[in-house]
């Protein structure tokens, strides 16, 4: 299937700093979502995007559909422990069939 | 409350043992999906379903198969567990319509074959 190239593939980082992390593709994609897994559960929904150039925020993350529809970004600011774990983009593809395809995943640790 | 719900969380089992994971929702969703995740590492599609009697194979190749007899639930199972079957399972929903296939995901089950 379609592959989303997710970076960086992991992060080391001290408390406070702001996080960048995104998602590209050559195809186009008609939704945008960010996921946030903590270890042995399940992924939770952040953010997400339906719009190529939306811009939005959850509390100290933003999220933006990139205007080609070919990637997006999510940004952390002012990290604290509890944003450690692993942080998935998913697209659905335009024109493609239901379903979405996944990124493998940024792991945020956060240095005390 | 709406939610998605997986049992058991944990199952530690013996190769050859018969086994079914159950996922269940509140969602109201006609879509479900079954994901295959080994430990920090990417997402596998194994089966999915758009509504009662519907099922399909996902992009994983998997020895599961899967039912949707009703709409709340989509449980998946094992005739015979083996070793390489050791990995998390995944279940989320989605529902149709102008919102895309936006999908939750329900808490997991761990599932060790010994």
């Known amino acids: 299937g379609q592959q989303l190239n997710q970076s960086p593939q992991s992060m080391f980082i001290q408390e406070g700093e702001d996080v960048s992390m995104n998602c590209t593709s050559s195809?186009?994609?008609?939704?945008w979502l960010w996921y946030k897994q903590d270890p042995g559960e399940g992924p939770v929904l952040l953010i997400a995007?339906?719009?190529?150039?939306e811009l939005t925020s959850n509390g100290r993350l933003t999220a933006q559909f990139g205007i080609t529809r070919k990637d997006s970004f999510l940004n952390i600011s002012a990290s604290i422990p509890s944003d450690v774990g692993i942080y998935f983009c998913?697209?659905?593809?335009?024109?493609?069939?239901?379903?979405?395809?996944f990124g493998k995943g940024t792991h945020l640790i956060i240095q005390p | 409350e709406a939610d998605i719900y997986q049992t058991p969380r944990y199952l530690v089992i013996g190769t050859g043992k018969k086994i079914t994971l159950e996922c269940s929702q509140t969602?109201?969703?006609?879509?479900m999906y079954w994901y295959q995740q080994d430990p920090g590492m990417e997402l596998h599609l194994i089966h999915y379903?758009?509504?009662?009697?519907?099922?399909e194979k996902g992009d994983l190749s998997s020895e599961s198969t899967v039912s949707r007899i009703r709409t709340e639930h989509f449980p998946l199972t094992l005739e015979s567990a083996r070793p390489s079957h050791t990995s998390q399972y995944l279940c989320?929903?989605?529902?149709?319509?102008?919102?895309?296939?936006?999908?939750?995901f329900g808490p997991g089950t761990r599932l060790t074959v010994l």
């Open positions: 379903s758009y509504g009662v009697n519907s099922t």
């Open positions: 995007l339906y719009k190529a150039g």
């Open positions: 969602m109201g969703h006609d879509k």
């Open positions: 195809s186009i994609f008609n939704t």
């Open positions: 998913a697209g659905q593809l335009l024109g493609g069939a239901d379903g979405l395809t």
């Open positions: 989320a929903t989605a529902t149709s319509g102008g919102a895309g296939d936006t999908q939750y």
